[in-house]
Antibody, heavy 115, light 110 residues
Framework: EVQLVESGGGLVQPGGSLRLSCAASGFTFSSYAMNWVRQAPGKGLEWVSSISSGTSSIADSMKGRFTISRDNAKNSLYLQMNSLRVEDTAVYYC??????????WGQGTLVTVSS | QSALTQPRSVSGSPGQSVTISCTGTSSDVGDYNFVSWYQQHPGKAPKLLIYDVSKRPSGVPDRFSGSKSDNTASLTISGIQAEDEADYHCCSYAGSNTWVFGGGTKLTVL
């Protein structure tokens, strides 16, 4: 059974940093691209970033502030978030990319940016 | 990377059919048959309902169906039930390992 468990969320002040983690199990982690998707309170889903074996992509609004990475030996996905803004407040989900669909999702971790 | 356009809300009585539209551009919905739909109940993670425009994962009832015409995808729920009351999100591959979502549609079962 595929399992994705996010962690690392919490309360941070504007301008601060946070590193999210996603622990994966139940599949060969290194064989799949992985993504971060976020959802602000009461809003829709927003794609954040994607990473495969050799390349990564990030949404324009987060370029220069967010960095995605992975450690295949630890079956883990990460999202380093710097210069956080109030509008970055959201639940952050990690999702497994099955080539044509983001098919498996974790339960999410809440990031709150507030002073 | 503009969001796909969905109606904010739709409603229907039990047993009726409802259709939710999802309009993108020729760079996402119109260019790829990689449109998916997710159901999300309050406080829960999104659940995959439809992928590759019209395919259903194992376990998803056949009253959920998907289609696409040009830049617009649609999700139809036939014979809606009380437990279908939820938010529905569409998603499309947008090239270069990027994805785009719609704003979400709240389905109210009257």
């Amino acid at each position: 059974e595929v399992q994705l468990v996010e962690s690392g969320g919490g309360l941070v002040q504007p301008g601060g940093s946070l590193r999210l983690s996603c622990a994966a199990s139940g599949f060969t982690f290194s064989s799949y691209a992985m993504n971060w998707v976020r959802q602000a309170p009461g809003k829709g889903l927003e794609w954040v970033s994607s990473i495969s074996s050799g390349t990564s992509s990030i949404a324009d609004s987060m370029k220069g502030r967010f960095t995605i990475s992975r450690d295949n030996a630890k079956n883990s996905l990460y999202l380093q978030m710097n210069s956080l803004r109030v509008e970055d407040t959201a639940v952050y989900y990690c999702a497994r990319d099955r080539l044509t669909v983001l098919g498996d999702w974790g339960q999410g971790t809440l990031v709150t940016v507030s002073s | 990377q503009s969001a796909l356009t969905q109606p904010r809300s739709v409603s229907g009585s039990p047993g009726q059919s409802v259709t939710i539209s999802c309009t993108g551009t020729s760079s996402d919905v119109g260019d790829y048959n990689f449109v998916s739909w997710y159901q999300q109940h309050p406080g829960k993670a999104p659940k995959l309902l439809i992928y590759d425009v019209s395919k259903r994962p194992s376990g998803v009832p056949d009253r959920f169906s998907g289609s696409k015409s040009d830049n617009t995808a649609s999700l139809t729920i036939s014979g809606i039930q009380a437990e279908d009351e939820a938010d529905y999100h569409c998603c499309s591959y947008a090239g270069s390992n990027t994805w785009v979502f719609g704003g979400g549609t709240k389905l109210t079962v009257l």
